[in-house]
């Protein structure tokens, strides 16, 4: 699986800061944070991923932003390191902007590991699953701490994996505590299975946000397929790559399915020490941004 890197977004990163007003933080945000915003291009209507793969259709209720501009939100504004390879692009509720405490984005992304079977996706029991993701996630955060990482503790599902044999697409959604931060954070995943490999949809927000997002979920399913010959029903067994891991693989983590390709099942959560994955830096770089900002007493302007 190629590497890669995306943000894990805490919506309510502000409250951290204290009780503020929007209008004071807005404020006192310094001007080239507030410059890139303003450059950002929101696009709506029809959208072509990456030459061709797939159709994005954006409707009036969502905006989309390329590639470039969701490498400049997750890098410039959350704090994240550049990646190998670019996103394909991020969805955000129309109206809102990165900046905004309420706001919560879609990552769009491919992995073009092969066709995944689907013939374990009735068999997997996720209870099962889910407690060694989290056996995972404690074992990763000794080098979390190492490396200057917050811990990370995963409570639980917030959502069980569901998966749509007939659409052969896959959705679910778990619930995150970080080290530091008040409230618990929502990674919400979506998997839409193709003839050479996945489209990856991640939704983060708070966790108090999931009723939102669980409700835009059959929307967002809706704005996004692979085009004709490389949908999933495309596949030619005699010349198309098999991916070497299924659908329990593709739950657990990026991680994981590398560990499915080298024959070793072991769990290192999403793929957090080699970067593979969600790095969830973005978030406590903002969060103690603005600390830094209001405990200071405002005789000299802080950077992001």
Request: hydrophobic residues 40%; aromatic residues 10%.
């Amino acid at each position: 699986m190629k590497t890669k890197l995306a943000v894990l977004l805490f919506a309510g990163l502000l409250a951290t800061a204290g009780l503020v007003r929007a209008q004071d933080i807005t404020n006192r945000i310094p001007p080239e944070i507030l410059q890139i915003v303003n450059n950002l291009k929101y696009q709506q209507g029809e959208i072509d991923l990456r030459n061709g793969l797939a159709k994005l259709t954006v409707p009036k209720e969502f905006n989309y932003l390329g590639p470039e501009d969701a490498e400049k939100v997750l890098v410039k504004l959350w704090g994240n390191p550049p990646s190998e390879t670019k996103l394909l692009g991020m969805l955000m509720p129309a109206g809102l902007t990165p900046l905004n405490t309420n706001c919560w984005v879609v990552t769009i992304d491919y992995s073009e590991d092969g066709y995944v079977k689907d013939s374990d996706a009735s068999k997997i029991n996720y209870d099962d699953l889910l407690k060694q993701m989290q056996k995972g996630v404690e074992e990763s955060n000794a080098e979390r701490q190492k490396h200057g990482y917050p811990t990370v503790q995963l409570v639980g599902w917030a959502a069980p994996p569901r998966y749509d044999a007939e659409t052969h697409k896959l959705y679910w959604a778990k619930d995150l505590k970080f080290e530091g931060t008040e409230g618990d954070t929502l990674n919400y995943n979506i998997r839409m299975l193709g003839r050479r490999g996945v489209l990856e949809l991640d939704a983060v927000a708070g966790v108090n946000q999931f009723a939102e997002i669980d409700a835009q979920t059959p929307q967002i399913l809706g704005m996004v397929d692979f085009k004709e010959g490389n949908r999933y029903a495309d596949f030619d067994p005699k010349t198309d790559k098999v991916a070497k891991y299924g659908i329990a693989a593709l739950v657990a983590g990026g991680a994981l399915a590398l560990a499915a390709k080298a024959g070793i099942f072991k769990l290192l959560w999403v793929g957090l020490l080699a970067f593979k994955k969600f790095v969830i830096i973005g978030v406590i770089a903002v969060v103690a941004f603005f600390k830094k900002l209001f405990n200071r007493s405002g005789s000299s302007r802080p950077g992001p």
